[in-house]
């Protein structure tokens, strides 16, 4: 197998050893053809702290995997206009850079799960990527929030997806007469199920084993209640 060449930091007696995303690394991860036929990179599991370099994939791939790492800020990426999904489970995340819908004006999905956005406030920036259709947040502080469903459906008019559950018609009426903003498309609302304990634990655990985009919609379209 090829030799990566590494740079750490932070390093010295007694100190943590951290990966960066160089140009290097970048074009020796795994590059392929998922399921869904997207082109995406596998760039997992580098203990990486920040995001950098990605200007090296020249726009070329519709999905980026940044899942398992170490990194604090969603930010610092390059105009990647085909790119139409970016996963970052089981990061540090505990900001959403300003303005990034400058780099990413088609992304469609944003998978979020395990990292540290803890407030409301905190997800302010993703009004700045309006073309958003599934957005997952589950195991940030910040869904334990009042109102946050609501919040989030009140800055992503184009929402159909929230933590692996439809966006409801009455939840999109609900968001925007508390927020003021959003949209909603005619439809008849569709009540929540019931659910039992055992199928909680079920669903909690299909979505903690979730890696992929395909595993995501596969969960989505099993049309799950909340987990609670």
């Not at 053809?33 to 990486?48: A, Q």
């Not at 950098?52 to 398992?68: T, Y």
């Not at 089981?90 to 999905?109: H, R, W």
Request: a neutral charge.
């Amino acid at each position: 197998s090829a030799t990566v060449s590494v740079l750490y930091w932070g390093g010295g007696q007694g100190g943590v050893y951290q990966m960066r995303l160089t140009a290097d690394l970048i074009t020796k991860c795994p590059q392929y053809t998922n399921p869904l036929k997207e082109r995406e990179i596998d760039l997992r599991g580098h203990k990486i702290p920040e995001i950098e370099n990605l200007g090296v994939l020249e726009d070329g791939f519709d999905s980026i995997d940044l899942s398992d790492n170490e990194i604090a800020v969603l930010g610092n990426m390059p105009v990647m206009k085909r790119v139409k999904t970016i996963m970052v489970h089981n990061n540090k995340i505990e900001k959403i850079a300003v303005g990034l819908y400058q780099s990413l004006p088609e992304i469609e999905s944003l998978v979020m799960n395990n990292n540290q956005l803890k407030e409301l406030k905190d997800l302010e920036p993703l009004a700045d990527l309006p073309s958003i259709q599934r957005l997952s947040l589950l195991g940030n502080i910040v869904t334990r929030q009042p109102d946050y469903r609501l919040f989030v459906i009140s800055k992503l008019p184009n929402l159909k997806y929230l933590d692996f559950n439809r966006v409801r018609p009455a939840e999109r009426e609900a968001a925007t007469k508390k927020f003021g903003k959003g949209t909603i498309t005619p439809a008849a609302a569709i009540p929540q199920p019931s659910i039992s304990q055992a199928e909680k634990d079920r669903i909690a655990d299909l979505i903690r084993n979730a890696k992929t985009l395909e595993d995501i919609k596969r969960i989505e379209e099993q049309e799950l209640p909340p987990v609670h």
